[in-house]
């Protein structure tokens, strides 16, 4: 079935530093991507997205390119910041609307 | 901005009670959903609900489950009779039909349900 395999946590990081977080995806068809950030205490919250094969989705410094010859949607930040501490979740959607997540990465930021 | 939003924010209960988890979706979304996080595990797909019918539910989604659109705003799930491991953050998603985000779930913040 469909699945997402993000890459494991915890990641500290320091101030400015660049990050990326890692995703691969399974799927039939043509899903579409997400990634969802969760601040502590909060819900799920939409950080970006990507429709179709080498669409890049943006949003708030992040970036990331739908890969379909390497079935990727790679998060990356050039200078990460205190307030992006969260976790951070890679999602798709096939064409049954449901979503199906990976197992979320937990991103600390050191001032 | 409109947005999801659900109640209570934390619930707990005693093992066998039953539950209604509530939340309001956004006005003119068609597709709802429910979601639910045990602590420290990945977020899992319960079900899906549009029309007035489940549209999808996953394995989790036992006889112990109901959803339901009981006026044009509310969207609940009830668990009958809970269960220990039903302890978990459940969320709500809304979803419009058309438009660019046709394809984008709306989450609310989530209810904290505590078994006890």
């Known amino acids: 079935g469909d699945s997402v395999t993000q890459m494991e946590g915890p990641v500290t990081l320091s101030e400015e530093a660049f990050l990326t977080i890692n995703c691969t995806y399974t799927a039939t068809g043509y899903p579409s991507l997400f990634w969802y950030v969760q601040y502590p205490g909060e819900g799920l919250q939409l950080l970006l997205k990507?429709?179709?094969?080498?669409d890049k989705g943006s949003n708030k410094g992040f970036e990331a390119t739908y890969r379909k010859e390497t079935t990727s949607f790679h998060l990356e930040k050039g200078s990460v910041q205190v307030s992006d501490s969260a976790v951070y979740f890679c999602?798709?959607?096939?064409?049954?609307?449901?979503?199906?997540f990976g197992a979320g990465t937990t991103v600390t930021v050191r001032a | 901005e409109p947005e999801v939003t659900q109640t209570p924010s934390h619930q707990v209960t005693q093992m066998g009670q039953e539950v209604i988890l509530r939340c309001v979706p956004i006005?003119?979304?068609?597709?709802f959903y429910w979601y639910r996080q045990i602590l420290g595990q990945k977020v899992e797909f319960l079900v899906s609900f549009y029309n007035n019918e489940i549209s999808e539910k996953s394995e989790i989604f036992d006889d112990q489950f109901s959803v339901e659109r009981p006026d044009g705003s509310n969207f609940t799930l009830k668990i009958r009779s809970t269960k220990l491991e039903d302890s978990a953050m459940y969320f709500c998603a809304s979803r419009p039909f058309s438009g660019s985000s046709y394809n984008e779930q709306f989450f609310g913040p989530g209810t904290r349900l505590t078994v006890l």
């Open positions: 999602a798709l959607i096939p064409n049954d609307y449901k979503l199906s």
């Open positions: 990507a429709t179709k094969a080498d």
């Open positions: 006005s003119n979304h068609l597709y």
